[in-house]
């Protein structure tokens, strides 16, 4: 039985580090990809607006116990970008 549940836990590990929740988005023209606490520096664009990945931020907390799980959520996937920031705080445009 413990060989099954440590399999099952492999298989999940390999399979949100390697798809996680985060999408990849062109807005105009230009391809951005997620970014998290480790790589802001690089893939931030200040003139793109972001929004938190939840299901990473909840797989996060869930295999916390896992330590690679959490280190990749948090700090390479941990927003996604949505569209190009608009002049009024808290618009996006679509």
Excluded at 51 to 76: D, K, M, Q, R
């Amino acid at each position: 039985m413990n060989r099954i549940i440590a399999l099952c836990l492999i298989v999940t590990m390999i399979g949100i580090t390697v798809s996680g929740c985060g999408d990849r988005k062109v807005i105009g023209g230009v391809e951005y990809d997620t970014y998290g606490l480790l790589n802001q520096d690089d893939k931030k664009n200040p003139d793109i607006q972001y929004e938190v990945i939840w299901g990473n931020i909840f797989w996060g907390i869930v295999l916390s116990e896992t330590i690679i799980v959490p280190i990749y959520v948090f700090g390479f996937s941990l927003f996604e970008p949505v569209g190009p920031k608009m002049p009024i705080k808290g618009q996006v445009a679509r």
